[in-house]
């Protein structure tokens, strides 16, 4: 299907046009060259720093601890919101560290006595096929055909590469990397041992070595590569490259290693050690024959990938249309099928990269080649890691969920200290940065974005709603304690208001600004998404303690706590207000939607439930605009979906479309979209924006927040004719649709009984559900998009 294969018929030239292939762990972009190959190479826990370099970095810049909260409290009381701001800079400390390229296996491929350029083939073919997570590359050059493939085992744990052609030809591999490197002599193979730096800085920090190594207690982590070959042809290995002479048959096998040890444990694996870590992987896959490994690899990759699929009516035959073409003409014809295909990518780069037991998918997923990336590649947590796993549940992937999911305890763990030094709290916290040595500190830079530790909030929603997809009170009673200091700290940051109700302070609404005195200012009191955080969090609570049957004082604190904190306000335009007081915005089309946090993903705001607040809600997307950042247009087709507004979400589809090119950082929405390989386009490159992406139109077909499960919500009228697999609702009920003008068809299958309202346009229709078994609904037309 032309919805599951992303296609082009000329080589990669820039990264953002290179194919992605992962297995949870290591992460290839594959440019499918002619001559000259590159696959730019990963590993998920290839970062810079280490606990020792977290504790060096985390000296305040000022005052912290309960008094020090209290002050700029007193200053927000009197007014001095510059005073304010200063004194929010003290709680601050230096910068996370950057999630790092690990290398690149480099390829040249001689014919006889020439090399092949892209100009001189003919019949040039490069795909990704989703359904078997295969990039395959082929030309035909002077009557020579040639054909490389590429994949990442999860498995076998290693990257294999095999070229074949119809006559013989030479290559040459070789091993390169932006890290400290040295070769390591292997048999039939090659070697890379590798030293991260001991710190990275963020690129917009004017740091006087913003690359630092060290051979102190603070030394970054060891790495390596390991490669072998088999090949009838002849093969000469030196320290520094392979080559295979008179070859036609050529497999490549790779695997990688480093010495992370998990976030709080100091990383002291050598390279060599790494490298034997590696090795094991590569020398027991090089000895089995490759259609095994291809068998192994699309059997594990299919049983997660085909549990849900899309189809959209497709506007003609696509599948001999380049992607990138495919993007161009969408911009001024409608293709659906490519919404289909940006649904299945977002599952596939899921899949490719969080697998059970890794790291949780960074701001690149798990794809990178810049060693001093874009806000550092790191966990940005006021929103974009919160993206990333938005389709898990909905999508049938739960599974890769549980990186995220594991990662909380630790982050708890490191979060108490800092809620107990920066601010005389109990419990947990975060703010918007955080890394694999589960940084939770403010980040040195403006409070609008650095001052916000509610993180910790947002990001155990992720624990309830496994739950509350999988209904499975093991995991819920795990999850508790984590639950529980979340929201411990959140009971700790309120405080009273002169009106008796409950609020926080210092309080910021991430990344954006308000005028004060026609100046702008981010500091101020209970911005609308903390009092909607603590308050969805306090709620999750007390169904933990339901479901669990607990007897917890605090619960009864939580509640009470909760009955006090007030609805978001709405403000003069008719919009929900992003603070409490009706504040002048400096941008009224930011890109951050974090007052609507209880429309989506939270639940607190629905057109039925609180329908005035969703009218306001719908009023602060219209005065937004559409216009915005590459995730941020994700986030709003999410927002829509929710509001039942099947034409604005189509538009936001069609924006998040939008072909883009240019790399450089943009924060207002010019160049956002997607990139020819459909990576999404903050610019540059985020990968929250197609997760977000993928979650919002199953939020068109599928919902299930209010407790019914409504049927295609927000399907636009140009979807007329569709069919959707594997989705998922809460209550662990599984959902097929066929949809048409004539009607619905649709197959709900329960993991355990019970009984359910299914909801289809005005109708509502009761259903006993049994385990395991497939309830069948044939449900009457209505109008689609209404």
Sequence with gaps: MSSQRLYYDRPAEVWVEALPLGNGRIGAMCFGGVGADRIAMNDETCWSGSPETARLLSAPLGATGAEAVEDVRAALAAGEIGRAHELARGFQAAHSQAYLPLGDLLLDVQIGDSTPTAGDVTQYRRTLDLDTATAVAQYKTDGVAVRQEAFVSAPAGVLVLRLTASQPLTLTARLASQLQARPHAVANGLGLLLQAPASVAPPNRKAPEPVRYSEGPDRGMAAAIALRTKTDGELTATDTGLTINRATDITLILSTATGYDGPLTPPTRTAEECFAQADEKVAAAIDRPYDELVQEHTADHQELFR????????????????????????????????????????????????????????LQGIWNDILQPPWSSNYTVNINTEMNYWPAETTSLPECHEPLLDFLEHLAEAGRRTAKERYGCGGWTAHHNVDAWCWTIPVAGDPRWSNWPMSGAWLVRHLWDHYAFSGDPEFLERAWPILRGAAEFGLDWLVESPDGALGTSPSTSPENTYLADGKPASVTVSATMDLALISDLFHRCELTAEALGLSDPLIEQFAAARKRIPDPPIGGQGQLQEWAADLPEQDPHHRHMSHLIGLHPGDAITPDGTPALATAAARTLDLRGDRATGWSLAWKINLRARLRDAAGAHRLVRAFLSPADDTSTDYVGSGAGVYPNLFCAHPPFQIDGNFGATAGIAEMLLQSHTGEIELLPAVPVEWATGRVTGLRARGGVTVDLDWSPSGLNAVLTANRDQQRIIRYGDQRIPVTLTARAAHRLDLRARPVGE
Excluded: H, K
């Design 307 to 362: 549990r849900s699929s899309l189809e959209l009516d497709d506007p003609g035959d696509q599948a001999d249309v380049p992607t990138d073409v495919r993007l161009a003409r969408a911009v001024e014809t409608d293709d659906p099928s490519l919404a289909a295909l940006v649904f299945d990518y977002g599952r596939y780069l899921m899949i490719a990269g969080s697998r059970p037991g890794g790291l949780p998918t960074n």
